[in-house]
């Protein structure tokens, strides 16, 4: 977890490492990132990175939140539309990379580190578990995140995906 050290930092600062962390995210896998790296570029030392996080993972997990805290709390019209503009805005090639890699490879090694860790309350909002009075909304939270998945995964697809996400309300209501 996040502690309260990164944000007691200046807020110059804290976009230096959000900065770093999105450099070396976009860059690399998760499973291939390094801390050295991290550190360097946001002119930390090792030990500071561990006083503002546990591990890579808690540190990804920040910036992953701070990139969908915007489609939070959205009703489904709103998350649909809010998709659609994200993906024909994804035009900056750090941010493109860094989701390219969520979608393709973070995303499952996230998952697998938090459920061999059994932290489930660490995880982020989408990995947990839903209870029965939201798995409507979880289906459809899960089906958006498949689709923006294989956006990622088959960009030849494109315009197919972008017409199954503007069903997808319409579907999710059927049933």
Do not use: G
Not at 11 to 23: E, P
Not at 61 to 83: G, R
């Amino acid at each position: 977890m996040v502690t309260k050290a990164l944000y007691n930092l200046s807020l110059d600062k804290r976009n230096t490492i959000r900065d770093s962390l999105v450099h070396e995210f976009s860059t690399y896998s998760l499973n291939n990132a390094h801390i050295t790296r991290i550190t360097k570029y946001a002119n930390v030392s090792r030990s500071s990175f561990y006083t503002y996080f546990e591990d890579i993972y808690d540190a990804y997990c920040w910036i992953l939140e701070d990139y969908l805290v915007e489609f939070q709390n959205m009703d489904e019209l709103n998350q649909i539309s809010a998709t659609l503009v994200f993906l024909e805005n994804l035009t900056d090639s750090v941010d493109y990379s860094f989701w390219r890699l969520y979608y393709t490879i973070n995303k499952s090694l996230l998952y697998s580190h938090y459920k061999s860790a059994d932290v489930t309350s660490k995880a982020i909002s989408h990995f947990k578990n839903p209870s029965m009075e939201n798995l409507s909304e979880w289906a459809f939270r899960i089906t958006l995140h498949a689709l923006i998945q294989e956006y990622f995964l088959y960009p030849k697809k494109k315009d197919e995906i972008i017409i199954n996400i503007k069903k997808l309300p319409s579907i999710i209501n059927k049933h």
